[in-house]
């Protein structure tokens, strides 16, 4: 299982810290959790995410890395800024908003 970033309404990035606007909450993240959410910006596991997080902060004072990145994991999940993903591809633009390549792609008058 994998868990990637759901789409924002907007971050703002402060001292390490992260302000983050969904359609309808402002959450205020510490650095750990801005740098784990900003490391779901692609699907990764848990232990992924351990690795990433342990690099930046090293092991923690108790516990294992990996069993504060779950608590840190599903406490984002519950805040509704990740969501679980299986193997399945990930849209990095939602349906409705075009992105750069489908402009270029189109025809043109010239």
Not at 1 to 18: C, F, Q, T, W, Y
Not at 45 to 72: I, K, M, Y
Not at 91 to 96: K, T, W, Y
Request: aromatic share 2%.
């Amino acid at each position: 299982m994998k868990v990637v970033r759901i789409p924002v309404a907007d971050m703002l990035e402060h001292d390490g810290e992260l302000l983050v606007l969904t359609e309808s909450t402002l959450l205020r993240l510490p650095e750990l959790g801005a740098r784990l959410l900003a490391a779901c910006e692609v699907p990764r596991t848990v232990a992924e995410l351990a690795d990433l997080l342990e690099q930046r902060f090293g092991r923690p004072e108790s516990g294992s890395t990996l069993e504060a990145t779950q608590t840190a994991v599903y406490a984002l999940r519950e805040a509704g800024l990740i969501r679980e993903v299986d193997d399945e591809p990930v849209e990095a633009f939602p349906p409705h908003q075009r992105t750069p390549l489908d402009e270029a792609q189109e025809p043109h008058d010239d």
